[in-house]
């Protein structure tokens, strides 16, 4: 098999870029005695590659395209039954991994945002991911409380990892090209193992939050039904957008008291 066609369906961009895919392994940095790396969407392997240049890694890729599956058992035979053919938004990666494991991989556009919300459920298992996706998201993942762009996911993996940006990338190093650009950032866990309030009262407070994001919290979380004594406070002022994690935590903790 000399190559793999990308399908529309699975929204598959190859990179063609060789530089670019160095540049993206070398963003790893597998702290704290990992090993395992789980490449996500590998392709025709243009990540895989580099790092199997670090025996010191043990990589696993998966793929739910059987073309590449049948591509990377050809090319990359070296991985044996490391090359898993399945779809990552359904897979148990605790069958997968007994112990923590970092995750790379260009992700699919259409499903980044799924793929993260996975990540969030593993955030203990998941010391570390890098990847490269929509620029327009990658902004959105690492902005500050404040901005147009931060929104549920921006808290959701901040109240867990530290994000950078790294580095834009042009349309142009893909096969066939997106139309947007696209980034890579790194997400690295934090030292928070578990937040100070209900964590899954948490994700409710910050999905409403930002549900109306142009309302107040006083409107967009009316359906807490809290006692106008709680709901005055200046908290109930703002807008989701201006509440950091730590903001999102005391607040949590406040409607847990009142409800």
């Known amino acids: 098999m000399s190559k793999v066609s990308p399908k529309k369906h699975l ?43 670090h025996p010191e890694y043990r990589t696993t890729v998966l793929d739910i395209d ?30 997968l991994f007994p112990g923590k494991f ?16 996975k990540v969030l459920e593993h955030h203990n298992v998941v010391p570390e991911v890098v990847c490269m996706l929509q620029k327009e998201v990658a902004e959105r993942l690492a902005s500050p409380p404040g901005s147009k762009a931060y929104g549920i996911l921006s808290v959701l993996l901040q109240a867990y990892y530290t994000i950078n940006y790294k580095f834009t990338v042009s349309e142009h190093v893909f096969h066939p090209p997106p139309k947007v650009k696209s980034a890579v950032i790194s997400l690295v866990r934090n030292e928070v193992e578990k937040l100070d309030c209900n964590e899954q009262l948490f994700k409710q407070v910050v999905k409403l939050g930002f549900g109306t994001r142009r309302k107040t919290l006083r409107n967009s979380l009316r359906s807490f039904n809290l006692p106008a004594e709680v709901t005055t406070q200046p908290v109930f002022d703002k807008r989701a957008e201006q509440l950091s994690v730590q903001d999102f935590v005391a607040l949590t903790q406040l409607i847990e008291e009142n409800i």
């Open 102 to 117: 970092a995750i790379i991989g260009n992700f699919p556009y259409n499903i980044s945002s799924q793929i993260f919300f």
């Open 11 to 53: 929204g598959q961009h190859f990179l063609v870029d060789q530089n670019i895919a160095t540049k993206i392994v070398e963003q790893l940095t597998l702290h704290h005695g990992v090993k395992d790396v789980l490449e996500i969407g590998p392709g025709m392997g243009v990540l895989t590659q580099y790092l199997l240049q």
């Open 66 to 95: 059987r073309e590449s599956i049948a591509y990377l058992q050809e090319h990359f035979s070296v991985l044996g039954d490391r090359i898993i053919s399945a779809d990552f938004l359904k897979t148990d990666l605790s069958s």
